[in-house]
């Protein structure tokens, strides 16, 4: 992964963001961008960078908001990370671009109840069929 | 330590009046509770030769062998091949999940162990069970049953 | 031809562990599937937000039996990486011992199920007889058979003389003739090729698109192991083959998993034969300074991938598990689609499916 032209590329997609590239452990670059920005940077990854391999989404209720990483791989670790309002979060669904990410997608939808727009298959991946408890991973 | 000749004989005397056959269900456990249960069946413990024999069926079944913590998914699926085991018929929790929901006993998606949900006959706690544990427990559930 | 839905699961002989499908067949051959799992699901990662970064180290080698070692693996090599930690080169040999051996009785558990599935049942004896070698090894290092308590924040707590040593590479040249016995049934078995061959394709195309990873990716051409693209562990010292196969079947995937446990076994034997001198640990302290870390190993089935906030205080913020079961049970209805009833135990047993990881 040529890190620096990614980081590059993508400042050039988005010239009005910061991005601010953080180095993290182990071996990870973490970038920031809005929401609606998230399916054009993904989309820069898969096509022009063949960076295919989405390891996980991982969603958080960081108190102020609801943040969602996005964890690419491809030799060294790249994060997308966004944040949502925590009033009805919803983004768009990277599906139709890596059909890998769905069942990540359901399982941040359950547990912190973020839709994902335009999924082909909303339903709860892990909670039980008559689950009534709220959104698991939501801190009260 | 476990004298399995002492075990094996009683386990016999009984097993020439009947042979009992287990059903292993494993309602939300990590695994490493069933990977010892079917250990049972290989060469190094077999107990086939002591007429135990894991059946498929819960209709064919005298001994239902749980693992893992009782989840709200598995909660109904318990019952109702409990409910499908003709009588008479036991039950065995193996290992600390099933018998108090071990470390997962606060999770919110957790009940607790088998007997929040069945009539338990036996406790074998481990974490988990090693074979020789879980031959001991059943060697007791026949003693208790003669 | 009426098309039919069939229940499988959660209880079923074709299965070892709770899940469910529903298989839309007509006739003989399945057309759609749905898969429904969750009844292995512990709400783990609430769980590890109630505990200490130390509790959860016992936590976290209880989300999977078969492949606890690793999980803690993962789980302290973020932790220590928060911390700022050097682990000691000894201690990092012997964590990466467990893990290869770990990786033998995983494959060696998996080739005796698969066999069972196919009606092989002699090869399901055999395997798990052998299989007992690794066990006992692993019991007397750690003093468990399954979950063995290795690894700590820090290091390890396990130790071996030379004499133990010596022991152990017997022990493991016994068993490397023994799987190369069970290689050569793979390779010419014609029961077992017929059951497998052909059974449960995807392309490697099919295994990017879905980002399939572990054996089954490699098994279908992609060429992918942590071990040796992102060492961790002592991995960076250590000289070893990554095992793909191009025909993406059942077959290739038995090939992969029993060439890669005898490459594991060379592992071991380099860990047993150079292992440097020194500490096994390094004092970790309770509380962990504010930061966040991805962790990645290379699990039996595949990518295993920590993700952990910590926020100051003695418990993590957010501890994200994404195990590698996840990524090949995605792949399960295009595999069942146009495959016939009798071969769905062949294909639920070519993913080595765990779904206490997938369900966590």
Same mark, same amino acid.
């Given at each position: 992964?040529?890190?620096?032209?990614?980081?590059?590329?993508?400042?050039?997609?988005?010239?009005?963001?910061?991005?601010?590239?953080?180095?993290?452990?182990?071996?990870? !670059?973490?970038?920031?961008?809005?929401?609606?920005?998230?399916?054009?940077?993904?989309?820069?990854?898969?096509?022009?960078? &063949?960076?295919?391999?989405?390891?996980?989404?991982? #969603?958080?209720?960081?108190?102020?908001?609801?943040?969602?990483?996005?964890?690419?791989?491809?030799?060294?670790?790249? !994060?997308?990370?966004?944040?949502?309002?925590?009033?009805?979060? +919803?983004?768009?669904?990277?599906?139709?671009?890596?059909?890998?990410?769905?069942?990540?997608?359901?399982? /941040?939808?359950?547990?912190?109840?973020?839709?994902?727009?335009?999924?082909? %298959?909303?339903?709860?991946?892990?909670?039980?069929?008559?689950?009534? #408890?709220?959104?698991?991973?939501?801190?009260? | 330590?476990?004298?399995?000749?002492?075990?094996? +004989?009683?386990?016999? @005397?009984?097993?020439?009046?009947?042979?009992?056959?287990?059903?292993?269900?494993?309602?939300?456990?990590?695994?490493?509770?069933?990977?010892?249960?079917? *250990?049972?069946?290989?060469?190094?413990? %077999?107990?086939?030769?002591?007429?135990?024999?894991?059946?498929?069926?819960?209709?064919?079944?005298?001994?239902?062998?749980?693992?893992?913590?009782?989840?709200?998914?598995?909660?109904?699926?318990?019952?109702?091949?409990?409910?499908?085991?003709?009588?008479?018929?036991?039950? /065995?929790?193996?290992?600390?999940?099933?018998?108090?929901?071990?470390?997962?006993? %606060?999770?919110?998606?957790?009940?607790? &162990?088998?007997?929040?949900?069945?009539?338990?006959?036996?406790?074998?706690?481990?974490?988990?069970?090693?074979?020789?544990?879980?031959?001991?427990?059943?060697?007791?559930?026949?003693?208790?049953?003669? | 031809?009426? @098309?039919?839905?069939?229940?499988? #699961?959660?209880?079923?002989?074709?299965?070892?562990?709770?899940?469910?499908?529903?298989? !839309?067949?007509?006739?003989?051959?399945?057309?759609?599937?749905?898969?429904?799992?969750?009844? /292995?699901?512990?709400?783990?990662?609430?769980?590890?937000?109630?505990?200490?970064?130390?509790?959860?180290?016992?936590?976290?080698?209880?989300?999977?039996?078969?492949?606890?070692?690793?999980?803690?693996?993962?789980?302290?090599?973020?932790?220590?990486?928060?911390? &700022?930690?050097?682990?000691?080169?000894?201690?990092?040999?012997?964590?990466?011992?467990?893990?290869?051996?770990?990786?033998?009785?995983?494959?060696?558990?998996?080739?005796?199920?698969?066999?069972? +599935?196919?009606?092989?049942?002699?090869?399901?004896?055999?395997?798990?007889?052998?299989?007992?070698?690794?066990? *006992?090894?692993?019991?007397?290092?750690?003093?468990? @058979?399954?979950?063995?308590? /290795?690894? =700590?924040?820090?290091?390890?707590?396990?130790?071996?003389?030379?004499?133990?040593?010596?022991?152990?590479?017997?022990?493991?040249?016994?068993?490397?003739?023994?799987?190369?016995?069970?290689?050569?049934?793979?390779? +010419?078995?014609?029961?077992?090729?017929?059951?497998?061959?052909?059974?449960?394709?995807?392309?490697?195309?099919?295994?990017?698109?879905?980002? =399939?990873?572990?054996?089954?990716?490699?098994?279908?051409?992609?060429?992918?192991?942590? @071990?040796? %693209?992102?060492?961790?562990?002592?991995?960076?010292?250590?000289?070893?083959?990554?095992?793909?196969?191009?025909?993406?079947?059942?077959?290739?995937?038995?090939?992969?998993?029993?060439?890669?446990?005898?490459?594991?076994?060379?592992?071991?034997?380099?860990?047993?034969?150079?292992?440097?001198?020194?500490?096994?640990?390094?004092?970790?302290?309770?509380?962990?300074?504010?930061?966040?870390?991805?962790?990645?190993?290379?699990?039996?089935? &595949?990518?295993? =991938?920590?993700?952990?906030?910590?926020?100051?205080?003695?418990?993590?913020?957010?501890?994200?598990?994404?195990?590698?079961?996840?990524?090949?049970?995605?792949?399960?209805?295009?595999?069942?689609?146009?495959?016939?009833?009798?071969?769905?135990?062949?294909?639920?047993?070519?993913?080595?499916?765990?779904?206490?990881?997938?369900?966590?």
């Amino acid at each position: 992964m040529n890190i620096d032209l990614i980081l590059h590329v993508l400042q050039d997609a988005f010239p009005a963001e910061t991005l601010e590239p953080q180095a993290m452990p182990i071996n990870e !670059t973490f970038v920031a961008l809005p929401p609606a920005s998230i399916y054009l940077a993904a989309q820069i990854l898969v096509e022009r960078f &063949g960076l295919r391999h989405l390891s996980t989404i991982t #969603g958080q209720d960081t108190g102020s908001e609801i943040e969602l990483l996005y964890h690419f791989w491809d030799g060294r670790g790249l !994060t997308l990370r966004t944040s949502l309002p925590r009033e009805e979060p +919803h983004i768009a669904t990277l599906v139709n671009l890596i059909p890998g990410a769905a069942f990540y997608e359901r399982e /941040v939808s359950e547990m912190l109840h973020v839709t994902f727009d335009g999924h082909p %298959d909303p339903r709860t991946l892990l909670l039980p069929d008559d689950w009534d #408890g709220g959104a698991p991973l939501i801190n009260e | 330590m476990l004298d399995l000749t002492d075990a094996c +004989h009683t386990l016999v @005397r009984w097993a020439r009046r009947k042979s009992p056959w287990a059903l292993h269900f494993n309602t939300g456990g990590c695994n490493g509770c069933d990977i010892e249960i079917l *250990d049972l069946l290989t060469p190094r413990y %077999d107990v086939e030769r002591l007429g135990i024999l894991k059946e498929a069926s819960p209709r064919h079944a005298d001994v239902l062998l749980c693992t893992g913590p009782v989840t709200r998914q598995s909660r109904d699926r318990l019952r109702r091949i409990y409910e499908q085991m003709p009588a008479p018929k036991w039950v /065995v929790a193996v290992g600390s999940c099933s018998c108090s929901g071990g470390v997962f006993r %606060d999770g919110y998606n957790v009940l607790g &162990g088998i007997d929040q949900v069945l009539p338990v006959d036996i406790y074998v706690p481990g974490c988990p069970c090693r074979p020789e544990a879980i031959i001991e427990g059943l060697v007791r559930l026949l003693e208790t049953i003669e | 031809m009426t @098309r039919v839905t069939i229940p499988i #699961g959660p209880q079923h002989p074709a299965l070892k562990e709770p899940l469910s499908f529903l298989l !839309t067949v007509e006739g003989e051959q399945i057309m759609e599937s749905a898969l429904r799992i969750g009844y /292995v699901h512990r709400g783990l990662e609430r769980i590890f937000q109630n505990r200490s970064y130390l509790q959860n180290v016992h936590v976290v080698e209880r989300i999977c039996g078969i492949c606890s070692h690793i999980h803690t693996t993962a789980y302290c090599q973020a932790v220590e990486a928060l911390l &700022g930690l050097e682990i000691p080169p000894r201690a990092l040999y012997l964590r990466t011992l467990l893990c290869e051996l770990e990786r033998i009785h995983s494959h060696l558990l998996w080739l005796g199920v698969l066999a069972e +599935h196919i009606g092989f049942t002699t090869i399901f004896m055999y395997a798990w007889r052998d299989r007992e070698i690794v066990l *006992d090894i692993m019991e007397e290092l750690s003093g468990g @058979r399954v979950a063995h308590a /290795v690894n =700590v924040i820090g290091g390890v707590r396990i130790d071996l003389d030379q004499e133990h040593v010596h022991s152990i590479l017997q022990r493991l040249d016994e068993l490397e003739r023994q799987v190369e016995t069970f290689l050569g049934v793979v390779q +010419h078995e014609r029961t077992l090729q017929a059951r497998t061959r052909g059974v449960g394709h995807l392309s490697a195309e099919q295994v990017r698109r879905y980002c =399939v990873v572990g054996p089954v990716a490699r098994a279908s051409g992609v060429d992918v192991d942590l @071990r040796r %693209d992102a060492p961790y562990a002592a991995y960076a010292s250590l000289d070893f083959q990554v095992i793909t196969a191009e025909e993406g079947d059942v077959w290739a995937r038995t090939m992969v998993r029993a060439l890669e446990s005898i490459e594991s076994l060379h592992i071991c034997r380099q860990l047993l034969q150079q292992l440097p001198e020194g500490p096994l640990t390094v004092r970790a302290s309770r509380r962990v300074p504010p930061g966040e870390v991805v962790s990645r190993c290379e699990a039996p089935r &595949g990518e295993l =991938v920590y993700y952990i906030r910590s926020d100051g205080s003695d418990r993590p913020a957010r501890v994200k598990v994404r195990t590698p079961t996840l990524t090949t049970l995605i792949t399960l209805p295009d595999q069942l689609r146009g495959v016939n009833t009798a071969d769905v135990p062949t294909v639920l047993s070519g993913v080595d499916l765990c779904i206490a990881c997938a369900d966590r």
